[in-house]
């Protein structure tokens, strides 16, 4: 149903680095660019993930409650693309760990903008 979601940035070319880095660890590749975004994908058909910088000029802000989540094929790959996000300069907000009897094993970190983000994976 998600074709894909959308995050602000004040400087493209940081996050870009940023989340280059990142998400080859969930084996996503760019998949489109512009001078003010970049689109991230695993294939032209799934979901994608991007940033942008504000259509209207003003200043990226942070979402109050706005969440992006990024699923992983298991709990290493949950653990592996949290270490690389605060290698990166992510600061944390929920280490990996099981977060529901259901098995929802996920982790929480904010990218250099302030978004916050989850990588989970449901076991």
Do not use: C
């Amino acid at each position: 149903m998600i074709g894909y979601t959308s995050l602000g940035t004040n400087d493209l070319k940081a996050s870009a680095a940023f989340y280059d880095a990142l998400l080859e660890g969930l084996n996503a590749r760019r998949i489109m660019e512009f001078d003010d975004f970049i689109v991230w994908g695993t294939d032209d058909q799934s979901p994608a993930f991007s940033v942008h910088l504000p259509f209207d000029g003003l200043p990226a802000t942070v979402g109050n409650g706005v969440m992006v989540a990024l699923s992983a094929r298991d709990r290493a790959q949950v653990d592996s693309v949290y270490q690389k996000a605060m290698s990166l300069g992510a600061t944390d907000e929920g280490t990996p760990g099981q977060r529901a009897e259901n098995g929802f094993y996920a982790a929480y970190f904010r990218d250099p903008d302030g978004n916050k983000l989850n990588v989970h994976h449901m076991g």
